[in-house]
């Protein structure tokens, strides 16, 4: 039975409005991820972001993952005079 471009036009059709769902659905979940965390953008010196994707691959944790501990150790330590 061949296929009729009345049926590839339905087709066609349906997939776009699958494919607009789905482009829907991962929006509302990228916004609601971001109502729960802060971003924060750095600066490094050129050549430091090669050191520090090392040292998280020595760690085997990601760049992100590492910067992250070593924030949150340094906020945890405690041994700073209050500002």
């Given amino acids: 039975m061949a296929t009729t471009r009345q049926d ?3 087709r066609l059709a349906e997939y776009e409005k699958k494919e607009e769902k789905q482009r829907e659905y991962i ?3 990228n916004a609601r991820y971001n109502e729960k965390v802060d971003r924060v953008n750095l600066t490094f010196p050129a050549g430091t972001k090669e050191k ?3 040292r998280a691959a020595a760690d085997s944790v990601s760049v992100s993952e ?7 150790n340094d906020l945890n330590r405690g041994d700073r005079p209050p500002k």
């Fill in 8 to 10: 590839l036009e339905k």
């Fill in 27 to 29: 929006k509302q979940k």
């Fill in 52 to 54: 520090i994707e090392a």
């Fill in 66 to 72: 590492y910067i992250r501990q070593l924030v949150y």
